[in-house]
């Protein structure tokens, strides 16, 4: 059984293929925290950090042997993982693609249950490999502290796709899965690491990691050359799986509803205060099966959440700036954003090439609504920019601010603060529709709705 040597100096060596891990599951990680966007914590914080997640990740809280929950416990084993210590360096979260030994016999709201059998990956947030990062204007940032906040914030993604996004109806919705961009999610979990390799003796530290669905394929980047000048020069033709004998033409057609997918669902991760960086082209794989079912077309997939955060938990969803606090109202939309209200040619930039390449090159001196744009309008792409049935217009959004700055304004009046309220509801309005109309037709955000279900073989 395996589980950690303290006298062994390869940091890699308690997840080494063969090796069998005992999980508990983490219901409560801590709330997103670290970096520019989530804020920095104080020195105060991080020093507390330093001496108290050693152990385990912060909130987390070990029972005592005698009071474990039986059946509770998830017993994996390792099939694989992507580093290499002679070559990679000691950064960021390990990949464990493992296979379930033993499922838990308790569930409580941890993500979807895991079956005996079931191959999952683990992200294994070990503050063993992180080195200190020092950057300008910025505090040190300690392996705790690395390890620690990349865990919370990836647990507080996946919380939020699975189950903590609210429609406009205040209905629960799942965006993870087979028909969806995001893998499927199995929860936050604890590695247990035992002393001497002895299960028999109590864990002498906790290791956050979060379960997701094993999505294999190729990165859209991996079957790409990029050219410096003309971006992703696409292979013609791959096959994804090696155990399955099928091809895939990367012709125009194939390449844009790939792309179509993409943006899809970044629109509607929007609306849950999901926010994508990019999108990025090595974020995305390509791939014929989701949880073991053959597809009968092609999907892409993010695995890869590295820029992705929560805006209503950052620094600036917590400041008083008009702008700031409309975004907020996202969530309030019957609908998406529609495409064309967050995306052009430069906002994808990452994916020329890979779209066709005359949408960017002389785009900027052409009149008139942009190639990409009328790719975007099409019926069978995004349909026509107008409210519903699909998707929502920034027109819709703007008026979800005015009223909720005209109800603010009507219940500061109530309070005999009219006059300051007038006078701000003036500027948030005002600041709104001028942004909008700095932003242009088409640059901005993102978010995501279903991808369409796809019939199994």
């Known amino acids: 059984m395996s589980l950690e040597n303290s006298g062994s100096s390869d940091t890699l060596a308690p997840y080494a293929v063969g090796t069998t891990l005992k999980l508990l599951p983490h219901n409560d990680p801590a709330e997103p925290y670290g ?20 152990a385990h990740p912060s909130s987390y809280k070990p029972r005592p042997p005698g009071q474990k929950i ?28 493992c296979q379930v030994v033993k499922p838990p016999h308790i569930h409580k ?27 300008p204007f910025a505090p040190v940032m300690s392996p705790v502290y690395l390890a620690d906040s990349g865990f919370s914030q990836l647990a507080g993604i996946y919380r939020r796709l699975h ?27 604890v590695i247990q690491h035992f002393p001497d390799n002895d299960p028999g003796k109590p864990p002498s530290r906790y290791v ?37 004998d099928r091809e895939i033409h990367l012709d125009k057609q194939t390449r844009l509803e790939l792309m179509k997918q ?72 019957p609908h998406p954003l529609h495409p064309i209200e967050l995306y052009d040619w430069d906002s994808l930039n990452d994916f020329a090439g890979w779209t066709p390449w005359d949408w960017s090159y002389g ?39 005015e009223m909720t700055a005209l109800t603010s304004s009507l219940n500061l009046h109530s309070t005999g603060s009219q006059r300051c309220v007038g006078s701000e509801h003036s ?13 242009g037709e088409g640059s901005g955000d993102t978010q995501e709705d279903d991808i369409p279900e796809d019939d199994d073989e």
């Not at 920095?40 to 950090?49: R, V």
């Not at 509770?72 to 693609?97: F, I, M, N, Y």
């Not at 294999?216 to 971006?231: A, K, M, N, T, Y």
Request: aromatic fraction near 8%; hydrophobic fraction near 35%; charge should be positive.
């Open 35 to 54: 970096g520019p966007k989530y804020g920095w914590p104080s020195d105060e914080k991080l020093d507390q950090l330093s001496k108290s997640n050693i």
């Open 70 to 97: 039986k059946g509770e416990e998830l017993t994996v084993k390792v099939l694989k993982l992507t580093r290499d210590s002679a070559t990679d360096a000691p950064q960021g979260p390990l990949l464990l693609v």
């Open 109 to 135: 709201d941890n993500g979807e249950q895991v079956g005996k059998g079931d191959t999952i990956v683990a992200e294994v947030f070990d503050h063993k490999l992180y080195n200190t990062i020092a950057l």
């Open 163 to 189: 189950q903590e996004g609210k429609s406009a109806a205040d209905d629960k919705v799942k965006l993870t899965g087979p028909s969806h961009i995001a893998p499927e999610y199995y929860g936050n979990w």
């Open 208 to 244: 956050g990691a979060v379960l997701r669905e094993d999505v294999q394929g190729p990165s859209i980047e991996s079957v790409c050359l990029r050219h410096e000048r003309d971006g992703l020069l696409p292979l013609r033709k791959i096959r994804p799986h090696d155990d399955l």
């Open 262 to 333: 993409i943006i899809h669902g970044c629109v509607v991760h929007k609306r849950y205060h999901v926010e994508h960086e990019g999108p990025e082209a090595r974020n995305y794989v390509i791939t014929l099966r989701r949880n073991g079912k053959i597809l009968k077309h092609p999907q892409a997939v993010q695995v890869n959440f590295e820029y992705t955060y929560l805006w209503d938990l950052t620094i600036w969803a917590k400041s008083t700036f008009p702008d700031h606090k409309n975004h907020l109202n996202i969530s309030k939309l």
């Open 363 to 401: 785009a900027h001196m052409r009149e008139g609504m942009s190639l990409i744009h009328q790719w975007f309008i099409r019926p069978d792409v995004f349909g026509p920019k107008q409210e519903g049935p699909r998707y929502s217009l920034f027109a819709t959004f703007d008026r979800i601010n």
């Open 427 to 439: 500027r948030s309005t005002g600041l709104s529709v001028r942004s909008r109309a700095r932003r």
